[in-house]
């Protein structure tokens, strides 16, 4: 269990970080932010390729990851804006 959260973690980071520098621009959001984004990018892209049979294939599950990754940059163009417009009064 400790495993598979410090897991989700880890690929969270990596997945909202990659996604930040796909995003072009400044992104007016935490690492904090990014670190969830990311997270719940890796679960989401996880339950979408289980839902297309892809998850488990035998070496590194590439369309998985491309999931992923697609989601969070989708989660992160979506908490940039949000807070680009917060700052503005």
Do not use: C, H, Y
């Not at 990659?18 to 339950?47: D, F, H, Y």
């Not at 839902?51 to 070496?59: N, R, S």
């Amino acid at each position: 269990m400790l495993g598979t959260i410090i897991s989700a973690i880890v690929i969270g980071a990596i997945i909202g970080a990659l996604a930040r520098l796909i995003v072009p621009g400044k992104q007016n959001m935490s690492w904090g932010l990014t670190l969830i984004v990311g997270i719940v990018a890796a679960l989401l892209g996880t339950l979408v390729a289980q839902l297309f049979g892809v998850a488990t294939t035998p070496g590194i599950d590439w369309i998985e990851l491309l999931f992923q990754i697609i989601l969070a940059v989708i989660g992160v163009l979506i908490v940039s804006r949000m807070s680009a417009g917060r700052g503005r009064a």
